[in-house]
């Protein structure tokens, strides 16, 4: 790999775990010197992370994390409310052998997401839903799915800061093993309207909640703001 290819995977991976905040300012020289490079590949590993809308340059090479918007959360859900279960109908119409071995492996590696997870929690998710989507023997649709997936993890862990209920973990777990058992009966029409309440449920749509109640909030005057209106 070169530099710029270690940079980007380095950086990419703070920003998916959180490690750099959402609109926060990157610190380029002194990253760079943390992961051992010059500015110069880790330039152009953030411009190679703005093309995945993960990071945001201006005109003055001054970098940030792109922030989370209400908007980019509402679309990831819209989107995936039509082309996840049409993957699960697929999959369920289309699936070998192979694909149900996979996808009941991944099923048996899954465990509750909870507050901050680690990269390997996440893993397995998306381990279990790329199996469904590979599944579906689309290849446009699996490439279009597994593009929202990185994006859709920071809204993920928005909503997990909030905690989550057992009854929470116990009704998606009933989700997965549903979609499971549709996609070995070959049931497309259950398996898609499984996916479908498991996406109307999802950490996504309560991230698009969450912004959506923390934008209504009346913003605080200043306080110069407070002096006007007292004169």
């Known amino acids: 790999m070169t530099k710029a290819e270690v940079a980007y995977e380095l950086v990419r991976e703070r920003v998916l775990r ?13 990253l760079a010197r943390e992961l051992g490079v010059s500015t110069t590949p880790l330039r152009e590993a953030l ?14 090479r001054d970098a940030r994390v792109t922030r989370l918007t209400v908007e980019e959360a509402r679309d990831l859900v819209e989107i995936r409310r039509s082309l996840d279960p049409l ?31 680690g990269p390997a929690d996440l893993l397995t998710h998306r381990r279990f839903h790329v199996a469904i989507y590979s599944a579906s023997h689309n290849q446009m ?8 997936w990185d ?15 057992d009854e929470d973990l116990d009704r998606t777990h009933a989700e997965h093993l549903e979609l499971v058992d549709a996609i070995a009966a070959g049931d497309s029409d259950r398996a898609a309207a499984v996916m479908l309440a498991h996406v ?14 923390a ?4 913003t605080p005057p200043s306080p110069r703001g407070i002096r006007g209106a007292r004169q």
Not at 47 to 60: C, I, K, Q, S
Not at 87 to 112: F, K, N, S, Y
Not at 156 to 165: P, Q, S, Y
């Open 215 to 218: 934008a209504a909030e009346p």
């Open 141 to 148: 649709l699996v490439k279009h799915l597994d593009s929202l």
């Open 87 to 117: 993957a699960a109908g697929l999959a369920a119409e289309r699936r070998t052998r192979e694909d149900l071995a996979r996808i009941r492996e991944a099923a048996v590696e899954l465990r509750p997401l909870r507050t901050d997870p």
């Open 18 to 30: 959180g490690d750099l905040d959402p609109g926060a300012v990157i610190p380029q020289a002194a």
């Open 151 to 165: 994006t859709a993890d920071r809204y993920r862990r928005l909503a997990l800061a909030d905690g989550r209920t």
């Open 200 to 213: 109307d449920a999802s950490l996504g749509a309560r991230a698009v909640a969450r912004l959506t109640a």
């Open 47 to 60: 411009r190679r992370l703005m093309t995945e809308g993960l990071v945001e340059l201006d005109a003055h």
